[in-house]
């Protein structure tokens, strides 16, 4: 089962190592289909060698750490204030865009903004 908590607890980690996108790059290389653990501990670990973390006991330690699950926490709380509330979101000014939308709803939310913003 995915946790996002984990995966993005594993993301601040690599960061830690300058290593947030290679990481990213592993996590997203192929669609996976859900719930069938692609995000659990030992993957995520997997995926931080494949990325290149360096080290690995460090990635594992700062993963677990109170900072991580800090970090994790205010990203979040800030996305619920600012209306996220699912993956796949996007904020086209303050105005959220939640899930997989089509291109036309972008489009009218970019025109909207720009209204307004004149």
Not at 53 to 71: H, I, N, Q, T, Y
Request: hydrophobic share 40%.
């Amino acid at each position: 089962m995915r946790n996002p908590k984990t995966s993005a607890r594993a993301a601040w980690a690599a960061g830690q190592q300058d290593r947030f996108w290679q990481l990213h790059e592993q996590a997203y290389l192929t669609e996976g289909k859900k719930n069938i653990g692609a995000f659990a501990t030992y993957k995520l670990i997997d995926m931080g060698r494949a990325a290149g973390v360096k080290d690995l006991d460090r990635f594992r330690e700062d993963m677990a750490s109170d900072e991580a699950s800090a970090v994790v926490g205010k990203d979040r709380e800030e996305g619920h204030s600012l209306g996220v509330t699912s993956t796949r979101a996007f904020l086209i000014n303050d105005v959220p865009v939640l899930g997989g939308q089509p291109v036309a709803t972008f489009k009218q939310t970019i025109e909207t903004a720009a209204e307004q913003a004149r």
